[in-house]
């Protein structure tokens, strides 16, 4: 099993529509969870923190599942803009921790 | 301000040579990263630093060699170059070790002919 494996995508929504996208991640000693979005040809930009209890950042909303080992990122009334790469970051527990990113999920929102 | 810089942002050389990419952050952090993304847009790991000492070192070919001279500086330089280094790399930083959100540097973008 993948460390964090995503959905690759790619996702076309037209603008307004709400698109999810899901992760899951296979160390059960995980204690911190990204989304990352990254814009063609660009760096790795950090779009919210995952916890526990979920938490939302204006349209777009987060949710982790521990028990499942799943987390979630939701976009409601996607914009033009919002068509990047979307990677699931999970830290890897064990001695030092480090981030250990997905692929990436495809979004690209059309007019 | 950038909080972190790399220079150079293009880096095209032939095979064999051997070139430096340097990395600078602002930001006060203690710990510095560096990542190779390929062609398939996989991001991973290298190496890491923690206050100038190396923490993690990802089975990298010793033809990579990370310094830092001080905990906002890390450099990478590259033996040998081979086809197969062509890639982007990424220059990071975050607070701590503690699993914290890292922030990026724009990139070097490699090319080895």
């Known amino acids: 099993r993948k460390e964090v494996e995503q959905d690759p995508g790619p996702f076309n929504v037209p603008e307004g529509a709400t698109v999810a996208f899901n992760c899951t991640y296979s160390?059960?000693?995980?204690?911190?969870f990204f989304w990352y979005r990254q814009d063609c040809r660009k760096e790795p930009k950090l779009l919210m923190s995952v916890y526990s209890s979920g938490n939302e950042d204006g349209r777009f909303t987060a949710q982790l599942n521990r028990a499942s080992q799943y987390i979630s990122l939701l976009i409601r009334d996607s914009k033009l803009s919002d068509s990047a790469t979307y990677l699931c970051v999970v830290n890897w527990a064990g001695g030092y921790n480090k981030l250990i990113f997905g692929a990436g999920t495809r979004l690209a929102v059309h007019p | 301000d950038t909080a972190v810089s790399q220079t150079p942002k293009y880096l095209v050389t032939q095979m064999g040579n051997d070139k430096s990419i340097k990395c600078e952050q602002n930001?006060?952090?203690?710990?510095m990263y560096w990542y190779k993304q390929d062609s398939k847009k996989f991001l991973k790991i290298m190496f890491s630093?923690?206050?100038?000492?190396?923490?993690i070192n990802e089975t990298v070919p010793n033809r990579f060699s990370p310094k830092s001279p001080d905990k906002a500086h890390l450099n990478l330089h590259i033996n040998s170059l081979e086809l197969g280094d062509s890639a982007v790399y990424f220059c990071a930083s975050s607070l701590g070790t503690g699993g914290y959100e890292q922030y990026f540097g724009p990139g070097t973008r490699l090319t080895v002919t």
């Open positions: 630093y923690n206050n100038k000492e190396l923490i």
């Open positions: 160390n059960s000693a995980s204690q911190s």
């Open positions: 930001l006060g952090h203690d710990t």
